[in-house]
């Protein structure tokens, strides 16, 4: 079994499988992130505007967008003449 | 699991890496006692360590945490032991504990780890992360949190996916997915028990809406989005990105209850929700902040002056008993209450509604002792055998309590109440 520095994660993976959850957790997180990376692509937009866009409720588009943000693809732009919602871009 | 059992044996084996647990093995060790300390978690801090500020002083909680666990990591008198879990305890006779601990595999070699973070930025899973109470994704490799300590990175090895990606950007290659579980027995002359708090689940209280209405949150996702490392690039709500207006505060959320089982009061969330409130008001100036309250429990040093300034600030406070909350369409919640000064009920729509949760007993400690030796109060906190006399002892000779295991109390308390456990521990250890 591979128990060199640098591959052992072949070693692991001959003695665990990989869950069916983490799984469909990696290709749902690929998904939305393609949705919301795409949509901001041709323009700036809010929360509840990728929410309609995309079809998908607010808190998980905040939840995927947040998680974009803290690793450096999207950023806040600037909030709405009302002071309530920001809108979000491609962090260039 | 490997087969082999280490054997090490310290002069004090503190269990719960808190403030209160960190506080207790840093006396110890700074009176000449070896200290092993064992956390389940990955960092040590407890919950001080994700707070913002504290009450009442408005101190930042990193600025006084992170010196702390940094003291206790690099003691020479302490050792500690993270994501480590203790399965038994048996007393072999006075000052001779036998202590079962089992740590789990973190697939990082600590001492070789930089925090480079070059494994989290290749990882492609991303989870909900617990130390931002699930507002926002972490990866499955993945440091804590910034000040965590050690800061170290570890895998997250359920939603892993073994496609290896860390390890190849890993410069020292100090990821290592052959680690296993292991397993100690540690020989100690004494114990304290520091395993800290539960929070109260709202789940529990369905009226209430939190898990369905995204814009009701608890007091520990507040404090997060209060935090110099928030999730967000400032306070919004979870459900769609809104900056808040107007924002409700439920006092006694799983206190003072009996319906779900909990009749005590938690004493920390009065004092905790004036503060998050001040801290509102400073972050998000235009915004109407309400607590509903059934009392105001300011007894502490220094507390009623905050409660003062609290009100001298804005902060609006309706004597009201929630029944129900509801949402509207547009993510709204509408609060439905007991006025309890004018005998009647009334609704009010705020935009976001924070459940300040209470203290519930952790019971882990209850187990430690095959035969139940180690006994809990009415309500299932660690009982203080001599309360008055001597706060710190257990129905064990020789076993300790310290900070919130034996009941809800604040940082100040949680401190004074290590303190006092360990010098009861050093007498016994000189008997
Ligand atoms: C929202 C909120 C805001 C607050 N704000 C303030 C404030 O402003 N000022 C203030 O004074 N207080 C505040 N508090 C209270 C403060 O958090 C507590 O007083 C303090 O954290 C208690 O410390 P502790 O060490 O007793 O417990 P904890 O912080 O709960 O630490 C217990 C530790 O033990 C570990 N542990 C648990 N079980 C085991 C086990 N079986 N084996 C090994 N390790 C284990 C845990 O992982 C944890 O690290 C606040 C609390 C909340 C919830
Ligand atoms: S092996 Fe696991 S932790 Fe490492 S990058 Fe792949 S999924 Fe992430
Ligand atoms: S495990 Fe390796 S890549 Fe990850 S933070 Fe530590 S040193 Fe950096």
């Known amino acids: 079994m591979e128990t060199e520095k640098g591959k052992t994660f072949r070693y692991l993976r001959e003695k665990r499988e990989v869950s069916q959850d983490a799984k469909d957790r990696l290709r749902e997180f690929n998904r939305a992130k393609k949705e919301i990376l795409g949509a901001l692509k041709e323009k700036d937009m809010t929360v509840n505007e990728l929410g309609k866009k995309l079809d998908r409720p607010g808190h998980e588009i905040m939840f995927y967008l947040m998680t974009l943000v803290k690793y450096g693809s999207v950023e806040a732009g600037d909030i709405d003449d009302m002071d309530e919602y920001f809108s979000y871009k491609l962090k260039k | ?431």
């Open chain 2, 1 to 431: 699991m490997s087969d082999e059992i280490r054997a090490a044996s310290y002069d004090a084996l503190v269990i719960g890496g808190g403030i209160a647990g960190g506080e207790a093995a840093l006396d110890l060790a700074n009176n000449g006692y070896k200290v092993l300390l064992v956390e389940k978690d990955l960092s040590i801090g407890g919950k001080m360590i994700l707070l913002s500020k504290v009450f009442p002083t408005l101190d930042c909680a990193a600025c006084i945490t992170t010196p702390k666990v940094s003291e206790i990591s690099r003691h020479p008198g302490i050792t500690v032991f993270t994501g480590a879990e203790v399965t038994s305890i048996e007393k072999k006779g006075e000052r001779e504990f036998e202590t079962a601990v089992t740590k789990r595999p973190r697939y990082v070699v600590e001492e070789d780890c930089t925090a480079c973070q070059l494994c989290e930025e290749v990882c492609p899973v991303v989870v909900h992360d617990e130390y931002q109470y699930r507002l926002v994704g972490r990866k499955a490799a993945f440091i804590p949190f910034s000040i965590a300590s050690p800061r170290v990175a570890a895998i997250d090895i359920e939603n892993c996916t073994l496609c290896g990606a860390c390890e190849k950007a890993c410069p020292p290659k100090c990821i290592d997915f052959t680690q296993e579980t292991e397993k100690y027995i540690i020989k100690t002359g004494t114990v304290i028990v520091a395993t800290g708090f539960k929070l109260f689940d709202p789940l529990k209280i369905p009226r209430y809406g939190y898990g369905v209405y995204k814009n009701v949150l608890t007091s520990m996702e507040m404090e997060r989005q209060l935090a110099p490392t928030r999730p967000f690039n400032t306070i919004l709500r979870p459900g769609d990105g809104k900056m808040p207006d107007r924002i409700a505060y439920v006092l006694c959320t799983g206190s003072r209850d009996d319906t779900i089982g909990n009749p005590v009061c938690s004493q920390i969330c009065c004092m905790y929700s004036l503060k998050q409130a001040q801290l509102l008001m400073g972050a998000l100036p235009m915004a109407d902040v309400t607590i509903y309250y059934i009392n105001i429990r300011s007894f502490g040093k220094g507390f009623e002056e905050f409660y003062e300034q609290a009100k001298g600030m804005g902060i609006s406070f309706v004597k009201g008993k929630v029944g129900k909350i509801t949402e509207t369409e547009t993510g709204n919640l509408i609060l439905r209450y007991e006025d309890i000064n004018e005998n009647r009920v009334m609704e009010e729509e705020h935009d976001m509604v924070v459940l300040a949760v209470g203290v519930l007993p952790n019971t882990d400690p209850l187990s430690f002792f095959r035969n139940g030796e180690l006994k809990a109060d009415q309500f299932s906190f660690v009982d203080q055998a001599e309360v008055l006399s001597s706060p710190a002892r257990t129905s064990v000779k020789g076993v300790f309590v310290a900070g919130t295991a034996s009941g809800p109390m604040d940082i100040p308390d949680s401190i004074l109440s290590a303190g006092a456990a360990s010098s009861e521990a050093i007498s016994y250890l000189k008997q």
